[in-house]
T-cell receptor, first 112, second 117 residues
Framework: AQSVAQPEDQVNVAEGNPLTVKCTYS??????LFWYVQYPNRGLQFLLK??????LVKGSYGFEAEFNKSQTSFHLKKPSALVSDSALYFC??????????FGKGTRLSVIA | GAVVSQHPSRVICKSGTSVKIECRSL??????MFWYRQFPKQSLMLMAT?????????EQGVEKDKFLINHASLTLSTLTVTSAHPEDSSFYIC?????????????FGPGTRLTVL
């Protein structure tokens, strides 16, 4: 069965600094990887996904993620954090024949 | 584009009553809709997957007679929590997929907070 690990419950970063939210996965076969963001009392908003092709994926709001097959990782990054980026971030993985499985989420706090 | 709405956003009901939650894709047709449950400070747990015009596929451990799902059209799916009990209190979130393919993006609704007294 596939699984997703987000090793950090909380990430704090100063506004203007680069941010990284970590995600590692375990799946047999080719993974399909997604990042979503959730603001308080709201549903999830799609940020980006990796299906195939270029390992570096660019998404919404200046976010990007790099698929690293050897490290089974798909870390989310942004060069310069904004206070408005503060939210709960979910990594998710699927593969052929299985539903999307979400990580436990990482709360990002960007401090002005 | 790709907006999904849920109604109601919040509902409080008495134990033993039934509650219906609607999920609508507003600007696209959704071949597949998903229903998730999210507990406080926890991840989303998939409850069931529904394809338009077909019976829903429930995940292991989810009672299909308690959580009734109907996907009558390409823009509407409903989740009915029957004979609700306090342990059913949770945040229920739906998502919709245009094609239902495994690589297709799921677009999520804003969620419904259910409180059963």
């Amino acid at each position: 069965a596939q699984s997703v690990a987000q090793p950090e419950d909380q990430v704090n970063v100063a506004e203007g600094n680069p941010l990284t939210v970590k995600c590692t996965y375990s799946v047999s076969g080719n993974p399909y990887l997604f990042w979503y963001v959730q603001y308080p009392n709201r549903g999830l908003q799609f940020l980006l996904k990796y299906i195939t092709g270029d390992n570096l994926v660019k998404g919404s709001y200046g976010f990007e993620a790099e698929f690293n097959k050897s490290q089974t990782s798909f870390h989310l990054k942004k060069p310069s954090a904004l206070v408005s980026d503060s939210a709960l971030y979910f990594c998710a993985v699927s593969r052929v024949g299985t539903p999307l499985v979400f990580g436990k989420g990482t709360r990002l706090s960007v401090i002005a | 584009g790709a907006v999904v709405s849920q109604h109601p956003s919040r509902v409080i009901c008495k134990s033993g009553t039934s509650v219906k939650i609607e999920c609508r894709s507003l600007d696209f047709q959704a071949t597949t809709m998903f229903w998730y449950r999210q507990f406080p400070k926890q991840s989303l747990m998939l409850m069931a997957t529904s394809n338009e015009g077909s019976k829903a596929t429930y995940e292991q451990g989810v009672e299909k007679d308690k959580f009734l799902i109907n996907h009558a059209s390409l823009t509407l799916s409903t989740l009915t929590v029957t004979s609700a009990h306090p342990e059913d209190s949770s945040f229920y979130i739906c998502s919709a997929s245009k094609t239902g393919g495994i690589t297709d993006t799921q677009y999520f609704g804003p969620g419904t907070r259910l409180t059963v007294l």
